[in-house]
Structure formats: C-alpha cells, structure tokens
C-alpha cells in the first residue's frame, strides 16, 4: 500500500513530441504528489507537483493530471525538446511528517 | 545549484575498507535526508535526521551509519565496503514549519566506487 509504480520505465520521444510519463498508487492518504527531475551526474530537482485537491497543474510544458478515483497522476510534456532528455521520478508523500515514497524513474530520451 | 553541498564527488575505495561521505544542508534547513542510488536505479531512501536527531530509518544497512551535528552537517559512514555498495550517495535538505512546501533540495551526490 505504501508503493508509487512508475511507468514506463524508459521511453523515446520524437522532439516536438508529447511525453507522458504515468503513476499509480493506493494510499489514499498520500496528499502531496512531487515529479523530480534528475540529469546524468546530477541530483534530482522537484519539477512541479500537486495535491489532491486539483485535477491539473500545468507550469509551462509540463503538466500534471492528477485522477483521484483512478489513483493515479501523470506528467505530461509538451513539445518536447533534447534538453527534456532526463530521468523523471514521481512521488507521493502522506503528510509532512513522512517520507517521501519514490516511484522507480523513467528515463525519457528526446530525438532530435 | 541547489545550496546543499556534498563532498567528496568522487571516491575510489578497496572492498573492507571505510569511508565518510559529507553533507552541508541549505542554510537555515533543519533536516537532512541521505538516499543511495545505484547504477540505472531509483532513489533508495537510508535515513533521515532532524536538528541533530535521528528522525526516520529506511534502508540502511547495519555497515552504515550516519549523524547530524550542530551546525547541522551531515555525515554518512560506510564501513565494511562490499562491491555492491558502489553508488551515488545523495543528500538532501528541506526547510522545516511554515517554509517547509514538501520540496527536497539534493546535492550532486558522491560517487563511490568500491574495487
């Protein structure tokens, strides 16, 4: 109950292209809902996130759909560009006292 | 650059052997969080502590071992060395009460390789 899957675990992107990157979880006590962004030999960095009480949160071309009945949340990104090219973590966090739990990454590659 | 620094970058250690990895969390942020990510892996949680104090366990290993000390560096002992603990070991820092929005703030990491 406390797992974040993560799908897919890798994909390729035609650039201008949409990326979609999905999670799923099943405690429904999760209220915070992070995407990280992380560059080879880099760490990661939060990129948008979203509680629950929102469908959508969008910041420039990258978007969250967040479905509450479903129990799962999704990145999307728009006109995707090479320097998209990244690993993206999703995560879910019960409330400020707990740790966040990770799904497993996608490594997204953009092709000029 | 995030503010959360972490040395050294790279470490190049032999397998028994024991290292300590350093952490100097974003000024004024209270907790630190140390993660291990191996090669192609995801993010696995180890430990968290909070204004000196131990505040969560995840994966840690015995052989590993960390502290927060006043001035609220970090520091992560790895002992023991096996090869399967070759790894980036991150840190990370967050703000705490009102400031604190969720946002982990990581370093670059410290590459170890153990031969």
Redesign the interface.
């Known amino acids: 109950q406390q797992q974040v899957k993560q799908s897919p675990q890798s994909l390729i992107v035609q650039k201008g292209g949409i990326s979609i990157i999905n999670c799923a979880y099943e405690n429904t006590a999760f209220d915070?809902f992070?995407w990280y962004q992380q560059f080879p030999?880099?760490?990661?960095?939060?990129l948008i996130?979203i509680r629950p009480d929102v469908s959508e949160k969008k910041e420039g071309r990258f978007t969250i759909s967040f479905n509450k009945s479903a129990k799962q949340f999704s990145l999307h990104i728009m006109d995707s560009q090479p320097g998209d090219s990244a690993t993206y973590?999703c995560a879910a966090?019960k409330g400020?006292n707990y740790?966040?739990i990770?799904?497993?990454?996608t490594?997204l590659i953009i092709k000029p | 650059d995030?503010g959360?620094t972490q040395t050294p970058k790279h470490l190049i250690t032999a397998t028994g052997q024991r290292v300590t990895l350093r952490c100097s969390p974003r000024s004024g942020d209270l907790s630190v969080y140390w993660y291990q990510q191996s090669l192609?892996?995801?993010?696995q949680?180890l430990i968290?502590y909070y204004n000196g104090e131990e505040r969560?366990k995840?994966n840690i290993l015995e052989r590993f071992s960390a502290q927060q000390f006043p001035d609220l560096h970090s520091e992560l002992n790895l002992s023991s060395l096996e090869l399967g603990d070759s790894a980036l070991y991150?840190c990370?820092s967050s703000p705490q009460g009102v400031k604190?929005t969720?946002?982990?703030f990581?370093?670059?990491?410290s590459r170890l390789t153990v031969l």
Do not use: H, T
Request: charge should be neutral; avoid cysteine.
């Open positions: 915070y992070p030999g880099k760490g990661p960095a939060l996130a973590f966090r400020s740790q966040l990770w799904g497993a990454g490594k | 995030s959360v192609d892996q995801g993010l949680f968290q969560a995840g991150f990370a604190n969720g946002e982990l990581f370093g670059e990491g």
